[in-house]
């Protein structure tokens, strides 16, 4: 994906405020992030966006200081911190993860991208497991990831950080999954 299109989505995913509901609006009314750009706050809005959001192209439009700040500093983050982007026309992007309604519109990814297309088995737990517990998923996590699974989970403490840490031990796959 060239830089500018890759930019144009992330201005589009800044100024919808991160609402895929907002962003796939756009993305059936215009087919591209650049044509949502160029268009007017009206008809945003004729596309069903609200008026605050509409606002925000306006915004940008008007060079916006604070909005051009903070895409800058999304991009230099993501620049520093060596973060991927996939969006979901991205030949990357999950393909089963595309089939689920209002699937995100951009995947920020850090590591290898291409596990993300791997046969996959989620393991989520408690919090505060047992000892049982915790020796039981140290156990599933291995086992399944040495037969070629990658193991997947929200990476909370307990039960999916014993699994990501097995599987990190055993040099296996792990993909954690954070919803913001």
């Not at 992007?93 to 990814?109: G, H, V």
């Not at 990831?145 to 990190?168: F, K, R, Y």
Request: glycine share 6%; aromatic share 8%; proline share 4%.
């Amino acid at each position: 994906m060239s830089q500018s299109l890759f930019v144009d989505w992330l201005i589009v995913w800044r100024l919808v405020e991160q609402s895929t509901s907002s962003f796939y609006k756009l993305y059936r009314q215009f087919s591209s992030p650049k044509l949502a750009l160029l268009s007017t706050a009206q008809h945003w809005q004729q596309a069903g966006l609200s008026e605050k959001i509409a606002a925000n192209l306006a915004a940008w439009q008007q060079n916006d200081a604070k909005l051009h700040r903070e895409v800058e500093q999304l991009l230099s983050f993501i620049q520093q911190q060596q973060i991927s982007v996939l969006t979901i026309d991205d030949a990357q992007y999950p393909p089963l993860l595309k089939e689920i309604p209002d699937a995100p519109p951009l995947l920020f990814c850090w590591g290898d991208c291409s596990l993300l297309t791997w046969p996959q088995i989620a393991i989520v737990g408690t919090r505060k497991p047992t000892q049982a517990g915790q020796k039981l998923a140290e156990q599933f996590a291995t086992q399944l990831s040495q037969q070629g699974l990658a193991i997947t989970s929200g990476l909370a403490l307990g039960i999916d950080g014993i699994a990501h840490q097995s599987v990190v031990n055993h040099r296996g796959a792990t993909i954690a999954v954070l919803g913001t």
